[in-house]
C-alpha cells in the first residue's frame, strides 16, 4: 500500500527516534510501546466476570513504561502489585474503562520505594463491588498521576489512598478527577 510505504510519493518518509524511515518500519520499531491489555498475548476480557488480574500485570511488565490501553470495559481485579519504574495506564475514559475489585484487600499497591518514576493513570475509573479496605496504596517515594479518573470508594473500609511516609514523601498529582466516598471512607491519607 502506497500510503503505508510512500503516500505515493517516492521520498515520503517520517521521523522515528532520528532516522528517516517509512510509516510502516516506523510502526514496526515502536512495538511494546503502545499495549492492548485485551491483545491475545495478554488476554484481559473486560466482561466484569473474568479475574483479568494476571492479564493486566503483563501487559504492564511487557510495556515497560510505555502505555497500557484499556478499551471500554470492566477490568475485574484481586491485589495487584505494581513494581515498575513507570506505569502508564490509559483508558477510554472514565465510566468506559473500569478496574473493578471484589476482595477484601488493597485494590491496587504502588511498591518499589527505590525509584522516582512516574505513574500514571489516564481516563479509568477504580471501585470496588465488595469491601475493599482501599484504593491504593502507595508506598513511600511514590509519583503518581491521575487525570480524568473517577475514584469510587464508596465501598471502602478505611481510606480511598493511602501514603506510605516513612522513608520519603509520595507526590501525587489530580487533574479533572471524579471522587465518592462512602460512610468510613476517608480521602487521602499519609502516613507519617
Known sequence: DKWITSAGASNWQVLFNGVATNLQAALAGATGFFVNVKDSTYGAVGDGVTDDTTAILAATTAAAGGIVFFPAGTYKITALTLTGVNVNWLGSGAGASIISGTTSATLIFLS????????????LSFTSSGSYNRLFVLE???NVTFTRCALDATNCTSDAITCSAVAGLSKYLFTDCDFTFGATARGIYNQA
Do not use: I, L
Not at 114 to 121: E, H, L, P, R
Open 140 to 142: 513511600e517515594t511514590q
Open 112 to 123: 518499589n520505594n527505590t525509584n522516582t518514576g512516574w505513574k500514571n493513570f489516564t481516563g
